[in-house]
Structure formats: structure tokens, C-alpha cells
């Protein structure tokens, strides 16, 4: 229903923002890609895809037409839900998914948490020949260091993953890697959850 909306950033988090257009605020689930990309911009276009469930009417915004179409073929795949698209697309960049299918490169795609073996292949199968046909276009997303633990914290808890685990996770990384951004941080609890 809607291709895109543009507005005033009024709030934002690793997994979601609320955009201002005209008055009316939209609560739009992004991807960590898309937080990255958006940086500290006051006005935004990002490029919707909607969900329509029996209880619910979900946005999910992109930074990118290409990050939203590789979404929307995500989401064809057998097993494979907007949710899991988005921690997918949370964990590799566009460029990064684009490449692991059109090598099959069943490891990368496994890497991402909740996906398994048959899953990734069946990923690989099902988009290699509609993103050779595309001619998939790829982008790769810089990153911002402006971010803290607990924003990824609660982008984990919001994804799902139970709170002490996740802390627990956050912890050992910061040991590991004092100065990570909140989307490393993300990423590679994301492996290790």
C-alpha cells in the first residue's frame, strides 16, 4: 500500500523508528542496516513494506529500494517470516547476502541466528536465479559509532532473544571488543545467541 514515507525522525532505535509525515507518526520496524544508514539524519525516506496480519498491520522500513526488494524476496522463501528476514538483513548487509547466494555460500547464511543449514540452502535455491535475473544491485552500509550497549540490548530483547542471555553475550563482547559499535555488537551477539 505504501511504497515509501518521508518525514521528521522523531524517534529511533536499532530496530524500529517513528517517522513524522503531516502529523501522523508511523512506527516502522527497520533493520540494523537501514539504524546505520539512517545515522543522526532529522528527515528520512525509507521504502515500506507492509504486513497484514489478522491482529496487526506492521511497517517495515529500508534505507535502500535494494535492501527493500531483497526483503520482499526474503520472504518468499519457505520458513522464512519478516521477522527472520530482518534479523537476517540485521546480520549481513545487502552486499553480503547478495554474494552469499550467488557463491552458495551456505556457511555465511547459517552464521545468522535461527537459520540452519536447510534453511540457508533453501535460500540459496529458491533467490540465486531471481537475483541473477535482476541483475540485484548491491550496497554496502557505513557505520556509526554513536551507540551504546544498552540500545543493543534492547534491540535484541526486542528481537526476541531472552534479556539475561543477551547481557551475557554483550558483556563477554565488550571484553573482547571494548570499542564496537552498538551494530557489531548486534551482529556478533547475533552469532553467539
Known amino acids: 500500500m505504501y ?11 536499532p530496530t524500529y523508528t517513528v517517522v513524522d509525515n503531516h502529523g501522523i507518526g508511523y512506527f516502522i520496524n527497520i533493520t540494523l542496516n537501514t539504524f546505520t544508514a539512517i545515522g543522526e539524519k532529522e528527515e528520512v525516506r525509507l521504502y515500506t513494506h507492509e504486513q ?47 554474494n552469499a547466494i550467488a557463491n552458495d555460500d551456505v556457511k555465511t547464511i547459517q552464521a545468522v541466528k535461527g537459520i540452519g543449514p536447510k534453511t540457508a540452502q533453501r535460500i540459496i535455491i529458491d533467490l540465486k536465479d531471481k537475483l541473477k535475473k535482476n541483475d540485484f544491485p548491491t550496497e554496502i552500509f557505513a557505520a556509526q559509532n554513536n551507540t551504546i550497549k544498552n540500545e ?3 534491540a535484541l530483547t526486542i528481537l526476541g532473544f531472552n534479556k539475561v542471555a543477551v547481557d551475557k553475550a554483550l558483556d563477554k563482547l565488550l571484553r573482547q571488543m571494548p570499542d564496537a559499535t552498538v551494530e557489531t555488537l548486534i551482529k556478533e551477539a547475533l552469532k553467539v545467541l
Not at 59 to 75: A, K, N, P, V
Not at 76 to 90: D, F, P
Open 3 to 13: 511504497a515509501y514515507i518521508s518525514g521528521k525522525v522523531v524517534e529511533k532505535s
Open 52 to 98: 497484514i496480519l489478522e491482529d496487526a498491520h506492521n511497517l517495515f522500513g529500508f534505507y535502500t529500494t535494494q535492501e527493500r526488494d531483497l526483503f520482499e524476496q526474503l520472504i518468499t522463501v519457505s520458513g522464512i517470516g519478516c521477522n527472520t528476514a530482518r534479523i537476517i538483513l540485521s546480520s549481513l548487509t545487502v552486499n553480503e547476502l547478495s
Open 152 to 154: 543493543a540490548l534492547s
